[in-house]
């Protein structure tokens, strides 16, 4: 059969591209091929230029991703569980390292490799009815897709040490004040809530975007001096593209910006 069996793509709006994780009879659960379809498809969205910004979510009505496939993982070898654990960070890396902003709108569980999903992408916006948390070590694991990194960096050592080593699955309301999450809404006004952040940040320079998301993440890997080093050498760059040009002509006669993404 052609095409993806596990999620659906689409262009909403003209310039959103949404991602759903359609495996509702299993969670969502990520397995070997979900991988390689999310990679394939989230590919698909950087390529196409009129997509300005990725919103991912899930299918059905209970889970965004409510972990990886334990039935698929439970046999593997320690060998084929590295790789398998270096193949989800891959794609997890092209999620976050891509250079389009990515939503993630958490409609209900986001365990294990769905929370480490959701911290890959940039903004995360949950129903309020959403649960969130790292089980692995009730499995006798731990976090293979990046969760013990991206959730020291989202919400501090303490709350991360407390998530991953309990193993909770914790309320929207937690994930807000721990930092995982952005915003909670409720159930019928997730799409709505998501679809408008998406359109505000698709209405902003491309360029600026991508320049911006790559020193955010590289200055947190080098620390705050080498970090202004690459913000001033981001913000040079910017100043050679039409899209800046764009910006400020646009401000100062007063009318809106039609970015082109160069």
Sequence with gaps: ??????????????????????????????????LGELDCAFDGMLRNEAVRVVVITGGGEKAFVAGADIAEMAALSPMEAREFSRRGQAVLDRVERGGKPVIAM?????????????????VRIASSQ??????????????????????VRAAGMGAAAEWILSGEPYSAQDALRAGVVNRVVEPDQ???????????????????????L???????????????QLESDAFG???????????????????KAEFRGR
């Design 1 to 34: 059969m052609n095409g993806p069996q596990n999620l659906r793509a689409e262009v909403l709006d003209g310039v959103i591209g949404r991602l759903t994780l359609d495996r509702p009879k299993v969670l969502n659960a990520l397995n070997r091929e979900t």
């Design 190 to 212: 997730l799409w709505e809530a998501t679809r408008a952040l998406a359109l505000k940040i698709a209405a902003r320079g491309p360029v600026a975007m991508r320049l911006a």
């Design 237 to 255: 760059l910017a100043f050679a593209t039409e899209d800046m040009r764009e910006g400020t002509r646009a401000f100062l006669e007063k009318r």
């Design 130 to 151: 959403a649960k969130l948390g790292l089980p692995e070590v009730g499995l006798g694991l731990l976090p293979g897709f990046g969760g013990t990194q991206r959730l």
């Design 214 to 228: 790559e020193a955010m993440r590289r200055g947190l890997d080098a620390g705050p001096t080498e970090g202004m």
């Design 106 to 122: 958490v409609n209900g569980y986001a365990l294990g490799g769905g929370l480490e999903l959701a911290l890959a992408c940039h």
